[in-house]
């Protein structure tokens, strides 16, 4: 079952809307990037970092594809969990 939001659909087919989506992607994508290259010099915990790099690679752009209010909370709720991760390991 999927439900239809018109709103985020008709953000997403303007062209600032597409300019953010891909904004949503390449800053999912660097972010990731940069989680991947930390859990390299690690000692600890770099387990953590990898799943959160691959999560945010991958949130990111299937927001970026088809935008949706769960999907938007998910990748900001994966970037929240960064500054976390970096404390807890």
Do not use: D, E
Not at 15 to 34: E, F, S
Not at 57 to 70: C, E, I, Y
């Amino acid at each position: 079952m999927t439900t239809a939001n018109p709103a985020i659909s008709a953000w997403a087919s303007h062209p600032l809307g597409k300019a953010a989506r891909a904004a949503i992607a390449v800053g999912g994508l660097v972010t990731a990037t940069l989680v991947l290259m930390t859990a390299s010099v690690v000692a600890t915990g770099s387990w953590a970092l990898v799943i959160l790099g691959v999560g945010i690679a991958a949130l990111s752009v299937r927001a970026a594809r088809l935008p949706s209010p769960l999907r938007l909370t998910l990748v900001s709720l994966a970037l929240i969990a960064i500054p976390l991760t970096f404390q807890a390991f």
